[in-house]
């Protein structure tokens, strides 16, 4: 018998070894045969907490690790291009002091 293999989208890492991974599937309503969005979310072991959050990835079946986690990281199939910080260029920071005058730290003047 093969192993389940899920793709989904990490939706949270704030445990230690441990993602949640979110999947969407389309089904059809039995009355209204409009088509329904479904979410389910796993959690799966990541051992070298190596995924961050908006990261595509791919879990497989496994035997119970905890009472909710069955599933172990495969691979990574995409990282978020999101997660990594944009630094603004400095001209951006010295233009914006000069327009406002003195530092520039994100509080109101009054």
Partial sequence: MSKKIITGKVVSNAMDKTITVETDRLTKHPKYHKFVRKTRRYHAHDENNECEIGD??????????????????????RKNILSEEVETPDSVEEELKEAFGGEVDGTTRE
Avoid at 61 to 73: D, H
């Fill in 56 to 77: 595509i990835v791919e879990i497989e079946e496994s035997r119970k690790l905890s009472k909710t986690k069955a599933f172990v990281l495969k691979r990574i199939v």
